[in-house]
């Protein structure tokens, strides 16, 4: 989600920091050889992130946080500038860089409190239940849009994947051992999850600023920013499991699950018609410039 490459307005991420000293070779989490760095550097990422997005609503709670800080419609670009930032530093960055970056979140988290729709009961938004929804619905959809966008994926990187990200849970304060960590554990997640979704309002109004976002009305009349952006969100809807699509009486918008994930491909392959130089943005160049020269990377 660092960058569109299909005309939809850009996010812009401020490069982390670059690493001085023992961070100069450190790299990261995660590194040149994981998974982690296939999946989150490819084009298909960013339509995985709005199936991401989309996932989330469905959970009330979940909604219940983000509606009552403001909704989607607040701050609808910066919030998805710091998503991405985030992601960005804990996936690109030193150790230090994703440490750092964690902490801030939890901080975050720490303060903010919302309303239970149904209870009325007050809840802390950092409560385990609600950061284990978060991440499980954001590794299965980016995992699902890189399987079916045609990132290379052999027998068992699927878990790999899943288990490097355990780290990433970590991060936000969940314990290792609550993560699901293969794909059949976390199938089994979804199945334990799903009597508790729910389709509220706010996620209804949510899904209506996901594909008609707020935008200058430069950018929305003098570019194609609207009908681009408004492609990868039909395809974000169009790639979510069977089950969520009926929830949100959307079944698809139109795509079947063959359709999308042939729209998904012809995206991605535009995507990687284009120089890695602008494909890939200053994040990621600047995390395999601080590591071009280790032998180990």
């Known amino acids: 989600m660092e960058r569109s490459a299909s005309g939809a307005p850009p996010v812009t991420v401020r490069p982390v920091p670059a690493p001085s000293g023992d961070d100069a070779r450190d790299p990261g989490l995660f590194g040149p050889g994981s998974v982690t760095w296939r999946i989150h550097g490819d084009p298909a990422f960013s339509v995985g992130g709005l199936r991401a997005l989309l996932l989330q609503a469905l959970h009330p709670r979940a909604m219940a946080a983000v509606a009552q800080q403001g909704g989607f ?10 998503t991405t930032e985030y992601l960005a530093a804990i996936t690109w960055g030193s150790t230090r860089d994703a440490e750092r970056a964690g902490a801030r979140v939890r901080g975050i988290h720490r303060r903010l409190r919302a309303t239970d729709p149904f209870t009325g009961e007050e809840f802390r938004v950092d409560e385990p239940d609600l950061l284990l929804w978060v991440h499980c619905t954001e590794v299965d959809s980016l995992l699902d849009a890189a399987r079916r ?20 849970a970590e991060l936000v304060g969940l314990p290792a051992g609550d993560v699901p960590a293969t794909e059949a554990a976390l199938a089994d997640y979804f199945a334990e999850v799903r009597p508790r979704l729910h389709l509220l309002p706010e996620a209804e109004q949510g899904a209506r600023v996901l594909l008609v976002p707020p935008m200058a009305r430069w950018v929305e009349f003098l570019t194609p920013a609207r009908p681009a952006w408004g492609g990868l969100a039909a395809l974000a809807f169009g790639l979510l499991p069977q089950w ?17 994930t042939a729209a998904l491909r012809a995206v991605r392959r535009g995507a990687l018609v284009l120089p890695a130089g602008l494909r890939e943005g200053p994040v990621i160049r600047e995390a395999k410039a601080r590591l071009a020269d280790d032998p180990a990377a």
């Open 73 to 82: 419609a607040a701050d609808y670009w910066g919030r998805l500038t710091r």
């Open 244 to 260: 969520a699509r009926r929830m949100y009486r959307l079944p698809g918008l139109g795509l079947t699950d063959v359709a999308a």
């Open 149 to 168: 966008g045609g990132v290379r994926l052999d027998p068992g990187d699927a878990d790999r994947y899943l288990a490097e990200q355990v780290r990433a």
